[in-house]
C-alpha cells in the first residue's frame, strides 16, 4: 500500500538522518543562513547517546535526552512553561538593568495587540521556543565579517553580524589568536527567510523532532544578529570525523574551553546552556554566544545564569506576536 511504502521510507529517512548526523552537519554548516545549530542538534542527540559511558562525568541534563513530544507546528514548544513573575502580556520587554534589580514600573511602550515583536537596539531581546521575533524584523547595522578577520577564521562562509558587537569580536579573535589558538566563526546572522528554510526542511523531514532539534523563524537568536557559533579546527579530531563543524564536544576544544572562561570579558554571554536547556527551549550549544555587553555578561557569569534564565525571572514577559 502507498501509505506503508510512505511510512516505511519515512522511517528509514529518519534513522538515515540520525546515523548521519556528521555528515549532515559537514554539508549544513557550508550555508550558515540554513541552519547549521539545526544540524548540529542531530549530531548532538546521536552523539550523546552513545558517548555517555565515555563521559566520566556526565551531566544530569544529558544522560536522558529529552523524550521528543509531537508538537503542533506553530503551537508553541513542548517544553515546560517559563517561570511567570509579572506577567504583563502585552509589553515589549523593557531595558534589563542588573540582575538583581526588578523594574517596578515597565517603561516599554506597549505595542497594541502585539502584532510585532520588533525589538530596538536594546542587546537583551528575549527570543525562545515561546518568544518570537517578527517576521519583518532584521538589523540593519550588519558588517560582514570577511571584511575583518582572515580566512582562517571565517573559512570564507558569508558571516554578518551586527556593527555593535564587531570590535568586541576583533578584539576577542585577536586576543585568542594571541594566546596561541585557533578560533573560527562558523555562522552569524541568520535571516527570518533563511530560518524559514532549515525549519521547513526539518518539519517535512522530521516531523515529531522538529520543534525541540530546530527554531521555528522568528525563534532564533540568530535573528538578532548579535550571535556568532564558534568553531574550533581541535573538534574533527576530538569527535572522530574530519567534516564537522558543530558539536557538543566543542566544550573540549581549546577554543571552546577558553570561550567559557573568558568570553564575558568581551561581553559575549553562552546562550544555551546545558543546566537551561528545558528553560531555553534548546539543547547545549557550547558553541553559541551572544553578545549582550561586558556588563550584563560578567553579571550573567558571576551568578551562572544565562540571559533567557535571567530575563524571564526579572523582566515582564514579552509579547507573542501573530
Ligand atoms: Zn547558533
Redesign the pocket.
Known sequence: MRYNSVSMRHVIITIGLFLSGFLIAGCTANQPDAGG?VAAMAVDNAVVLESETAVSTPIPSLQNPPTPEVTPVGEGSALPQPPTITPVPTLETPTPLVPTEIPATPTATPIGVCSQRIPSDDLFTLVTQTYNLSRDYAPKDLVLLTDYLAMDVTLGYPSEIREVALQPLLTLINDMKAEGLQPQII?GYRSYSGQSIAWNKWSTEMPERASIISARPGHSE?QLGT?V?FGSPSLPDIVGDPDIEFHTYFFKTPEGIWLLENAHLYGFTLSYTREASEITGFFY?P??YRYVGVEMATQLKEVGLTLTEFQLANQPEPCIPD
Do not use: A, L, T
Open positions: 545549530d555562522s540568530h550571535v557559533d550549544e558553541w553559541h
